[in-house]
Nanobody, 125 residues
């Protein structure tokens, strides 16, 4: 079992920044790939970013490329999502997710095995 706990969400004005954190416990953190997804009201959950088990490779949705940065600290069992230049369309609940499939591929919710409870991000105009 893996437990994931997000933190760092909140209300921010357009153009501002937030950093989300996701603390993991229960298994060896460096053995699973991690991803961030988001779900806006009335929309499906969508891929935002992913990072490989060792942290050397990162992947982003086109909509956030150059704006968001995913990183991980395997010593702290934590993955981060730095979000800059936020816009109202970034408003959503953000979820971190873990994939324990001995692969670094994380692109869809079906690729993930464990989920955090979500962190709400609201960007005001």
């Amino acid at each position: 079992q893996v437990q994931l706990v997000e933190s760092g969400g909140g209300l921010v004005q357009a153009g501002g920044s937030l950093r989300l954190s996701c603390a993991a416990s229960g298994r060896t953190f460096s053995s699973y790939a991690m991803g961030w997804f988001r779900q806006a009201p009335g929309k499906e959950r969508e891929f935002v970013a992913a990072i490989s088990r060792g942290g050397s490779r990162t992947y982003y949705a086109d909509s956030v490329k150059g704006q968001f940065t995913i990183s991980r600290d395997n010593a702290k069992n934590t993955v981060y999502l730095q979000m800059n230049s936020l816009e109202p369309e970034d408003t959503a609940v953000y979820y971190c997710a873990a994939s324990l499939r001995n692969s670094d591929y994380v692109r869809t919710p079906d690729d993930c095995d464990y989920w955090g409870q979500g962190a709400r991000v609201t960007v005001s105009s």
